[in-house]
Protein backbone atom coordinates (compact mmCIF):
# COMPACT_ATOMS: atom_id res chain seq x y z
CA UNK A 1 0.00 0.00 0.00
CA UNK A 2 1.49 3.32 -1.02
CA UNK A 3 1.75 6.65 1.15
CA UNK A 4 -1.25 8.46 -0.88
CA UNK A 5 -3.62 4.68 -0.32
CA UNK A 6 -2.50 5.17 3.59
CA UNK A 7 -3.66 8.90 3.52
CA UNK A 8 -6.97 8.57 1.46
CA UNK A 9 -8.11 5.69 4.13
CA UNK A 10 -6.91 7.91 7.19
CA UNK A 11 -9.12 10.70 5.68
CA UNK A 12 -11.74 8.38 4.73
CA UNK A 13 -11.48 6.46 7.79
CA UNK A 14 -11.04 10.30 10.06
CA UNK A 15 -14.77 11.23 8.28
CA UNK A 16 -16.17 8.05 9.21
CA UNK A 17 -15.38 8.83 13.11
CA UNK A 18 -16.70 12.34 12.83
CA UNK A 19 -20.19 11.20 11.13
CA UNK A 20 -20.75 8.47 13.49
CA UNK A 21 -21.23 9.29 16.86
CA UNK A 22 -20.94 5.74 18.15
CA UNK A 23 -17.92 3.37 17.11
CA UNK A 24 -17.03 -0.11 18.05
CA UNK A 25 -13.51 -1.57 17.45
CA UNK A 26 -13.62 -5.45 17.56
CA UNK A 27 -11.15 -8.24 17.34
CA UNK A 28 -11.74 -10.30 14.00
CA UNK A 29 -8.76 -12.55 14.53
CA UNK A 30 -9.62 -16.28 13.88
CA UNK A 31 -12.63 -15.63 11.45
CA UNK A 32 -12.57 -16.68 8.15
CA UNK A 33 -13.39 -14.41 5.41
CA UNK A 34 -16.69 -16.10 5.23
CA UNK A 35 -17.40 -15.26 8.56
CA UNK A 36 -17.14 -11.72 8.45
CA UNK A 37 -18.85 -11.39 5.44
CA UNK A 38 -21.56 -12.81 7.51
CA UNK A 39 -21.13 -10.79 10.21
CA UNK A 40 -21.42 -8.17 7.55
CA UNK A 41 -24.27 -8.94 6.53
CA UNK A 42 -25.69 -9.02 10.53
CA UNK A 43 -24.30 -5.88 10.85
CA UNK A 44 -26.42 -4.01 7.70
CA UNK A 45 -29.23 -5.92 9.01
CA UNK A 46 -28.98 -3.93 11.92
CA UNK A 47 -28.43 -0.90 10.43
CA UNK A 48 -24.72 -0.39 11.26
CA UNK A 49 -21.40 -0.72 8.89
CA UNK A 50 -18.34 -3.11 9.51
CA UNK A 51 -15.01 -2.65 7.87
CA UNK A 52 -11.46 -4.19 8.79
CA UNK A 53 -8.64 -1.61 8.86
CA UNK A 54 -5.20 -1.70 9.72
CA UNK A 55 -4.24 -0.82 13.77
CA UNK A 56 -2.18 2.10 12.63
CA UNK A 57 -4.77 3.46 10.47
CA UNK A 58 -7.32 3.13 13.36
CA UNK A 59 -5.13 4.95 15.47
CA UNK A 60 -3.73 8.04 13.15
CA UNK A 61 -7.46 8.40 11.85
CA UNK A 62 -8.76 8.95 15.49
CA UNK A 63 -5.76 11.21 16.36
CA UNK A 64 -6.61 12.91 13.18
CA UNK A 65 -10.10 13.46 15.00
CA UNK A 66 -8.66 15.05 18.32
CA UNK A 67 -8.55 11.51 20.51
CA UNK A 68 -5.57 10.99 22.22
CA UNK A 69 -6.97 8.17 24.74
CA UNK A 70 -3.77 5.99 25.60
CA UNK A 71 -6.16 3.24 27.12
CA UNK A 72 -8.28 3.21 23.45
CA UNK A 73 -5.19 2.62 21.54
CA UNK A 74 -3.67 -0.25 23.66
CA UNK A 75 -6.66 -2.41 22.27
CA UNK A 76 -5.26 -1.24 18.57
CA UNK A 77 -3.42 -5.23 17.98
CA UNK A 78 -4.44 -7.86 16.17
CA UNK A 79 -6.47 -8.05 13.39
CA UNK A 80 -9.19 -5.00 14.55
CA UNK A 81 -12.74 -4.06 12.70
CA UNK A 82 -14.57 -1.27 13.36
CA UNK A 83 -18.36 -0.70 13.42
CA UNK A 84 -20.01 2.78 12.54
CA UNK A 85 -23.32 3.40 13.76
CA UNK A 86 -24.89 6.97 12.91
CA UNK A 87 -28.00 6.45 15.62
CA UNK A 88 -28.06 4.35 18.19
CA UNK A 89 -24.91 3.11 20.38
CA UNK A 90 -26.83 -0.08 21.24
CA UNK A 91 -27.25 -1.21 17.40
CA UNK A 92 -23.82 -2.44 17.56
CA UNK A 93 -24.13 -4.71 20.29
CA UNK A 94 -27.06 -6.20 19.28
CA UNK A 95 -25.64 -7.03 16.29
CA UNK A 96 -22.27 -8.39 18.25
CA UNK A 97 -24.48 -10.49 20.81
CA UNK A 98 -26.61 -11.26 17.73
CA UNK A 99 -23.80 -12.81 15.80
CA UNK A 100 -22.04 -14.25 19.15
CA UNK A 101 -24.79 -16.71 19.14
CA UNK A 102 -23.27 -18.37 15.75
CA UNK A 103 -19.45 -18.34 16.90
CA UNK A 104 -18.61 -18.72 20.29
CA UNK A 105 -18.17 -15.07 21.32
CA UNK A 106 -16.49 -13.32 18.38
CA UNK A 107 -16.03 -11.22 17.46
CA UNK A 108 -14.96 -9.60 20.08
CA UNK A 109 -15.33 -6.10 21.06
CA UNK A 110 -12.11 -4.46 22.15
CA UNK A 111 -13.46 -1.03 22.90
CA UNK A 112 -16.75 1.47 22.03
CA UNK A 113 -17.39 4.96 21.55
CA UNK A 114 -20.47 6.38 22.88
CA UNK A 115 -21.03 10.17 22.50
CA UNK A 116 -17.59 10.35 23.07
CA UNK A 117 -17.65 7.94 26.42
CA UNK A 118 -14.99 5.21 26.12
CA UNK A 119 -15.82 1.39 27.00
CA UNK A 120 -13.00 -0.73 27.03
CA UNK A 121 -13.03 -4.94 27.34
CA UNK A 122 -15.25 -7.23 25.90
CA UNK A 123 -17.08 -7.56 29.82
CA UNK A 124 -18.61 -4.08 28.13
CA UNK A 125 -20.81 -5.63 26.21
CA UNK A 126 -23.77 -6.61 28.34
CA UNK A 127 -23.39 -3.25 30.02
CA UNK A 128 -23.46 -1.34 26.21
CA UNK A 129 -26.73 -3.34 24.78
CA UNK A 130 -28.50 -2.38 28.04
CA UNK A 131 -27.89 0.75 26.93
CA UNK A 132 -31.18 2.92 25.77
CA UNK A 133 -31.31 4.76 22.74
CA UNK A 134 -32.33 8.67 23.01
CA UNK A 135 -35.66 8.16 21.27
CA UNK A 136 -36.34 5.54 24.05
CA UNK A 137 -35.12 7.65 26.88
CA UNK A 138 -37.81 10.97 25.20
CA UNK A 139 -40.63 8.24 25.03
CA UNK A 140 -39.61 7.31 29.16
CA UNK A 141 -39.67 10.92 29.80
CA UNK A 142 -42.93 11.69 27.92
CA UNK A 143 -44.77 9.10 29.73
CA UNK A 144 -43.52 9.61 33.20
CA UNK A 145 -44.93 13.41 32.15
CA UNK A 146 -48.45 12.02 31.27
CA UNK A 147 -49.04 9.83 34.08
CA UNK A 148 -50.48 11.80 36.53
CA UNK A 149 -52.43 13.98 33.57
CA UNK A 150 -53.76 10.60 32.60
CA UNK A 151 -54.76 9.53 36.45
CA UNK A 152 -56.93 12.32 36.45
CA UNK A 153 -58.51 12.32 33.49
CA UNK A 154 -59.18 8.24 34.08
CA UNK A 155 -60.18 10.11 37.28
CA UNK A 156 -62.60 12.66 35.82
CA UNK A 157 -64.40 9.57 32.74
CA UNK A 158 -65.16 7.09 35.87
CA UNK A 159 -66.87 9.82 37.18
CA UNK A 160 -68.89 10.49 34.53
CA UNK A 161 -67.40 14.13 34.63
CA UNK A 162 -69.16 15.17 37.55
CA UNK A 163 -67.71 16.49 40.73
CA UNK A 164 -69.74 14.36 42.53
CA UNK A 165 -68.67 11.31 40.62
CA UNK A 166 -65.32 12.76 40.84
CA UNK A 167 -65.48 12.71 44.39
CA UNK A 168 -67.11 9.68 44.86
CA UNK A 169 -63.86 8.00 42.86
CA UNK A 170 -61.15 9.22 44.91
CA UNK A 171 -63.01 8.34 47.82
CA UNK A 172 -63.75 4.57 46.43
CA UNK A 173 -59.97 4.50 45.50
CA UNK A 174 -58.90 5.62 49.14
CA UNK A 175 -60.86 3.27 50.76
CA UNK A 176 -59.31 0.30 48.93
Not at 22 to 35: E, F, K, N, P, R
Not at 40 to 60: D, H, Q, S
Not at 103 to 116: F, M, N, Q, V, Y
Not at 137 to 154: D, M, R, T, W, Y
Amino acid sequence: MTREEKETIIGELSEKFSQNNHYYITDASGLTVAQINAFRRVCFNTGVEYRVYKNTLIRKALEKQGVHDEELFKVLHGFSGVIFSKESGKAPAVALKEYHKKLDGRPALKAASIEKSIFIGADQLDTLNALKSKNELIGEIISLLQSPAKNVLSALLSGKNTIAGLMKSLEERKQS
